[in-house]
């Protein structure tokens, strides 16, 4: 769709350091967070949450805490599910009904069972403890095997299974495959319950106008449709909720999506009249923010040949929901798009199951599934390596797709749109010093420690297009999945761009600015960016999916280009010449070849707001353009193998790692971490790369350290960060990224997603690094988090 | 509990104020004093988002009554510009380096790399990573972090 330069060094400003205009209002405290908005008369809430695993509400005594002075309401889930509609899951489970406090029965421990609204939030926590619920336990079920069972308890008896989605999809001739391969290997690896778990909390506060009727919404969320599905909960019309997406987002990577939350605090600000906020505490965060991510049993075949060639696979993957589910048994459906990564296997069997169980359900967190797919694809490769006595680098370079064979169809329907994969791995090996590690490595080894170098390749599938939806419901028939930007030009001349949604730390603002400032040939800081509500936002579907870049970039540059047609056109009555024979310069509009023959950008926009006499004829007076732009390969429904184009774009990153373990303690240490990635035209590179540092971080987490404990009768053990680890600055070493564009055909820079970048293949290059250091002593890990105490059992098992 | 009265210095200001005595140093920054650029994370010394400067050193103000406070000195992120208008060396620093994205811990992050440079004006790269291993981000994994303070203490 481009007609613009798609080589970087072309461009006036794409690709270019710049500071973020974000950075400014931060550096000096002046960000608008949901937690710093305070209306006059706020009321505050706290919440009662059930202990148990799984219980029926007898009795709510709430008399103690409503005589409490500065308490002002107590309401339960029997009153709030009467008065709105229950949230239903992105799968065809209609009995799967979820509300925003528990209804008659609580189904994970930590559940919402009723709230308490007071002056403050000192008083509504006071009050809560006040509050005596009478409950009787009922069976519960944490093994997701288990739940699967016939004979286990169901988490929702209506829904008369656990199973809430089970589908077994086969791409090509699997069986033939693998009775053609010379070996086949089994497998099972398990990633474990964690999250993004931002530093901000969920917060919101949510103000009723009966002089509008409008309910406004101040909330820190990324969430698709969000506004619509709180009006459709609260049986308002959809232009009744307005949601301020000029908050700023304290970190989300995709779980920031507080629908229960903005139910709630809706019925409650809509029934009291007054402003009501909640700010989650770091336990009700954890517990009952309903924000855990993927928790997935992989059973996985690859068949092989014995020169390394692997040609089909047969995976399994068992996702525990949790309790209650949204959209987390999608999940499941976004590794549809790269089922067999970065390689040219021929033929897939993939099993997709979504199990309930009495967890805290689970929410979308970055790379939405695909995190826990490469790390599952990419141990096998390894493992493939290990049987054949083979090199696990060139296993991988026997099997990836060669740079001439894009646009590559995989066996589950989608077109990889360009790449150069073994180029990037060897640009990462090459900066890792392979050689050089490779003795580091050993010398640790005869030093007395266990050390191991990993490698992973993979693919961060990017522009949202959300073709799981129809594949995983059928019912469902969502095709489009666009976003929007407005540019206008203003009488002074001055550029600014309106986008539709809110930003969690992606620097939207900057992005768009640099993208019309390309565009119309302006300074990208004279550009200013706002967020729309979303009462005078046209269609977003938000920052998930690693869509901005590509979408919104897309419809940033589609306004712009649109206003600089129009100056070009003005210009060209003014001068007396066609469109054609223009060239704009951002300063100016002048004939070919004739710099003299000018109009200054000054005038054209004096003409177009003030001087309609010299419009041409028929032309909208003002300089104001939209565009609305469908997701490039996206508008198509699956076929009824279930193969569908899923995203347009494909980035790709290769990590090298190199790993030490002291045997005495278990404890995994990273001493080189390199990753090559390629995400096609960095619009900010500052930005590419400080997420790309950040999903690594998030990945050693996921890969060594994070987890959601329960323990056996259901309790939550991970509630506080001394108990669910994060990775500090000791924990996550230097790193490196090297570069590599292989645009996109796609889009209109080249650009391709890279807001999971990182976290997409570090768990896997981290596992795989610390297996090549247990294989020293023929002991090997398949689960995450590798943890010390894990690393340490391991071992003393082979002592 | 009788509400207890205060005099303490916020950002070169003398403030008395009435606070009840279970009020949080961060509640009363940012509810009372409504200084939201002090951030709250996990609310139990962990995260470190609610960093600010007491007399100089770098405490957590969720772990600390605003009581404790009085007669003491006190230094959020809105306390760290020379002047309005202008951003400190450090501050300067994150910008140039790209060294935040959500924002969210930058305020913490901001008052203990201040506090590091007060003390080192030159610190090494393992210093840097010693002095900020209790601030938690989960946007940047440190590097461009430790990017800033480097670019803000090499540049004389």
Request: hydrophobic share 40%; with cysteine; charged share 20%.
């Amino acid at each position: 769709m481009s007609n613009l330069p798609i080589t970087p060094a072309q461009f006036t400003y794409i690709g270019k350091h710049r500071r973020a205009v974000e950075h400014r209002r931060f550096v000096v405290g002046k960000g608008n967070y949901a937690g710093d908005v305070l209306k006059p008369g706020t009321l505050h809430v706290a919440i009662v949450a059930s202990p148990y695993a799984s219980a029926k509400i007898l009795a709510i005594d709430a008399s103690a805490a409503l005589v409490l002075p500065g308490v002002v309401s107590v309401v339960t889930g029997a009153e709030i599910n009467a008065a709105v509609l229950p949230v239903l899951p992105g799968v065809d489970a209609p009995e799967v009904r979820r509300f925003p406090l528990a209804d008659e029965v609580t189904r994970y421990s930590g559940e919402w069972v009723c709230v308490v609204v007071a002056k403050s939030r000192a008083i509504a926590e006071d009050a809560a403890e006040l509050i005596q619920v009478t409950y009787e336990e009922l069976p519960f079920v944490l093994d997701p095997e288990i739940a699967i069972s016939d004979a286990s308890h169901h988490v929702h008896e209506k829904a008369g299974t656990n199973l809430i989605f089970n589908r077994q999809f086969v791409w090509g001739p699997v069986d033939e495959d693998f009775a053609k391969c010379d070996h086949q290997l089994s497998y099972r690896v398990k990633w474990a319950r964690s999250s993004t778990v931002p530093i901000e909390t969920f917060a919101l506060t949510c103000d009723w106008s009966d002089a509008t009727g409008i309910l406004d919404i101040w909330a820190s969320v990324q969430m698709p449709k969000y506004p619509e599905q709180i009006a459709n909960a609260l049986k308002l019309s959809t232009n009744a909720v307005r949601v301020h997406y000029d908050v700023d987002v304290g970190g989300s990577y995709g779980v920031k999506r507080g629908l229960k939350h903005a139910i709630l605090l809706g019925y409650l600000a809509k029934k009291l009249g007054k402003p009501v906020r909640f700010i989650e505490d770091r336990l009700e965060n954890m517990r009952g923010g309903d924000m855990q991510g993927p928790d997935r049993l992989f059973e996985v075949s690859l068949g092989f040949q014995k020169d390394g060639e692997i040609t089909c696979m047969k995976m399994r993957a068992l996702e525990d929901i949790g309790a209650y589910a949204g959209r987390s048994p999608l999940q499941l459906g976004k590794p549809v798009g790269a089922i067999s990564g970065p390689y040219r296997i021929k033929s897939v069997a993939y099993l997709a199951q979504a199990v309930l169980t009495n967890k805290t359900p689970q929410e979308a967190v970055r790379g939405f599934g695909q995190a826990p797919t490469n790390y599952a694809l990419e141990s096998g490769i390894d493992k493939v390596a290990r049987f054949l006595g083979m090199d696990s680098i060139a296993i991988r370079k026997r099997n990836l797709i060669n740079k001439d064979e894009f646009p590559y169809l995989i066996p589950s329907g989608t077109h990889y749109d360009s790449g150069d994969y073994a180029t990037v791995l060897d640009k990462a090996l090459r900066e890792a010093n392979l050689e050089e590690l490779i003795k580091q490595r050993d010398t640790m080894r005869a030093d007395g420690k266990l050390a191991g170098i990993g490698i992973s390749s993979c693919l961060e599938p990017s522009g949202g297009n959300s073709s799981f939806e129809p594949l995983f419901n059928p019912k469902n028939e969502t095709t489009t999945w666009m976003e929007s930007c407005v540019v206008k030009i203003d009488l002074g001349g001055q550029v600014t761009a309106l986008m539709a949604t809110s930003t969690s730390g992606q620097a939207h603002e900057t992005m768009v600015s640099t993208v019309v400032g390309e565009i119309l040939l302006q300074e990208p800081d004279s550009i200013r960016v706002l967020h729309a509500d979303s009462l005078n936002a046209l269609p977003s579907n938000s920052p998930v999916g690693s869509r901005m870049a590509i979408m919104l970039g897309g419809a940033a540059a589609g306004a712009a280009k649109k206003l600089r047609a129009k100056l070009i056109t003005i210009a060209a009555a003014q001068l007396q010449v066609s469109d054609q024979d223009l060239i704009f310069t951002g300063s100016q509009v002048h004939v070919a070849n004739h710099p003299e023959k000018n109009i200054s950008w000054s005038e054209l926009v004096a003409i177009a707001h003030r001087k309609f006499h010299l419009l041409p004829k028929d032309m909208e007076p003002g300089l104001q353009e939209k565009f609305v732009w469908e997701v490039p390969t996206g508008g198509e429904l699956p076929d009824d193998q279930g193969r569908v184009q899923m995203y347009p774009c494909h980035s790709f990153e290769s990590h090298v790692v190199l790993v030490s373990i002291d045997p005495d303690t278990g404890k995994a240490s990273i001493h080189r971490y390199v990753c090559g990635h390629d995400c096609g035209v960095m619009i900010s590179p500052d930005v590419v790369h400080g997420m790309t540092y950040g999903g690594i971080a998030h990945g050693i987490g996921a890969a060594l350290m994070e987890k959601f404990s329960y323990s056996p009768e259901g309790q939550f053990l991970s509630g506080t960060f001394m108990d669910y680890l994060l990775p500090s600055s000791s924990e996550v070493p230097a790193i490196t990224i090297v570069d590599h564009c292989t645009p996109s055909p796609l889009t209109e820079f080249g650009q391709k997603g890279s807001g999971e970048a990182g976290y997409l293949g570090s768990p896997a290059a981290i596992a795989n690094a610390i297996n090549d250091a247990l294989a020293t002593i023929n002991a090997s890990i398949d689960y995450l988090p590798m943890t010390p105490n894990a690393i340490w059992n391991a071992i003393q098992e082979k002592n | 509990m009788k509400n207890i009265s205060i005099e303490l210095t916020v950002n070169g200001q003398a403030i008395s104020s009435t606070v009840e005595p279970r009020t949080s140093l961060v509640d009363y920054l940012r509810d009372e004093l409504r200084l939201t650029g002090t951030h709250v994370g996990c609310e139990h010394g962990i995260c470190g988002a609610c960093t600010v400067l007491l007399n100089g050193d770098p405490v957590r103000s969720c772990c600390m009554f605003a009581v404790q406070a009085h007669e003491q000195t006190i230094t959020t992120v809105e306390g760290l510009a020379p002047e309005r208008g202008q951003l400190s060396k450090i501050q300067d620093a994150f910008c140039e380096k790209h060294g935040l994205q959500c924002g969210f811990c930058t305020p913490g992050m901001l008052i203990t790399c201040q506090a590091l440079i007060n003390k080192n004006p030159h610190p090494s790269e393992a210093e840097i990573r010693h002095a900020i291993s209790g601030n938690l981000c989960r946007c940047t994994g440190y590097q461009q972090i430790v990017d800033a303070v480097v670019h803000a203490t090499q540049e004389v």
